[in-house]
Structures are given as structure tokens and as C-alpha cells.
């Protein structure tokens, strides 16, 4: 069982930076993609960005040019860099790894509060 356990989130105010940890208890290398998605209340989970195994990334439109995701292969940790952070990106966000046979594991979630 992969278990994945976010950290890094908060109450930041608008134009503020956070950076988000997923630490996962395998390999991260041994997944197909790892990414981070979000969750505002009364609206859909929704990816903010993805790294695959070859590490393509790919980031929501909304997000391009402010969060950057990486990853730390010795710590089996990826980030998230949230930088010009606004009060729209105020949500849960959960980190999401999907292995080889698309099976997808989830983290229990980190708040993220921005402030106008």
C-alpha cells in the first residue's frame, strides 16, 4: 500500500509563497506520474500540476507561470511551489500517485488559505 502524506500548507496572504511536501512511502521513481490536485468548496477536485516518470510536467492554465512541481528522488518527495498566490487558489490540495497499472493513491489533503 502506497501511502502519501502532504505538508507545507496554510494561511498565506495574496502575492505569498508556499511550498507544499508529498512524501510518499515508496519509491517515487516507481510511479508512473505523481501530481497535486485541488479542491475548493462546492467545486470539483481539480489537477493543478504533474510530473511523470520521464519528468514531464504539465500544469493547469490557471497556475502556469506561478507553482513549479519537482520532485527529490533520495527523499521520495515531490513539491509543490506556489508563488503569487491569490485568494482563488484557496482549496485542499492533495497529493495523487498513480503506479504502472494506473492504480491511484491519495493523501489526506492540506489547506491552503490565501488571504485578499
Known amino acids: 500500500q502506497v501511502q502519501l502524506v502532504e505538508s507545507g500548507g496554510g494561511l498565506v496572504q495574496a502575492g505569498g509563497s508556499l511550498r507544499l511536501s508529498c512524501a510518499a512511502s515508496?519509491?517515487?521513481?516507481?510511479?508512473?506520474?505523481m501530481g497535486w490536485y485541488r479542491q475548493a468548496p462546492g467545486k470539483q477536485r481539480e489537477l493543478v500540476a504533474g510530473?511523470?516518470?520521464?519528468?514531464?510536467?504539465n500544469y493547469a492554465d490557471s497556475v502556469k507561470g506561478r507553482f513549479i512541481i519537482s520532485r527529490e528522488g533520495n527523499k521520495n518527495t515531490v513539491y509543490l511551489q506556489m508563488n503569487g498566490l491569490k485568494p482563488e487558489d484557496t482549496a485542499v490540495y492533495y497529493c495523487?500517485?498513480?503506479?504502472?497499472?494506473?492504480?491511484?493513491?491519495w493523501g489526506q489533503g492540506t489547506q491552503v488559505t490565501v488571504s485578499s
Open positions: 515508496v519509491s517515487i521513481f516507481s510511479m508512473r506520474a
Open positions: 495523487n500517485a498513480e503506479n504502472p497499472w494506473r492504480r491511484t493513491y
Open positions: 510530473i511523470t516518470s520521464g519528468d514531464s510536467t
